[in-house]
Structure formats: structure tokens, C-alpha cells
């Protein structure tokens, strides 16, 4: 299935969107009805299995290095990305 790279930043956009829409969805039913939220969540994981904090610390890490370090997608010279 081929489709135009121009619809792709749609498609992210909506993606995330919909991410932030459901965490607020979740989120403020936890908070209304008294059950886990996400912070809470994180305290009781990280608080059973202490690494995670690190692991994710890793990820979020990595995730900035892909995103933003030195790579310019527009300079075709440039294969790092």
C-alpha cells in the first residue's frame, strides 16, 4: 500500500492527538473515581522493580538523541538520520 509522504505528517498529528486525548480521558476518570493515576502508577511499578526509573530515563533519553541531535533531514549529504 503506497501512500503520499505529504499525508504523513496528518497521520502523526492525529496520532499524538489522539495519545494526549486518551491520557486526558484516563487520566480524569482516575482522578474522579479514586483510581490509579498515572503518577501513582509510576510510584508502585518503580517502587516493586527500581531499575525502571533508569530504563526509562534510557528510553526518553534516546528518544531525544533521535530526535534532535545534529541531523539535518533537508541536507541529502547528511546520513546520520
Excluded: Q
Excluded at 509510576?42 to 541531523?71: D, M, N, Q
Amino acid at each position: 500500500m503506497s501512500m503520499p509522504d505529504k499525508k504523513f505528517p496528518l497521520i502523526w498529528t492525529a496520532f499524538l492527538l489522539g495519545f494526549i486525548v486518551i491520557f486526558a480521558i484516563v487520566e480524569t476518570l482516575a482522578l474522579m473515581t479514586g483510581g490509579t493515576t498515572l503518577s501513582r502508577y509510576t510510584y508502585e511499578v518503580t517502587k516493586a522493580w527500581p531499575p525502571l526509573i533508569f530504563l526509562l530515563g534510557f528510553v526518553s533519553g534516546g528518544l531525544c538523541v533521535h530526535f534532535w541531535w545534529r541531523w539535518n533531514p533537508d541536507d541529502r549529504n547528511d546520513n546520520r538520520g
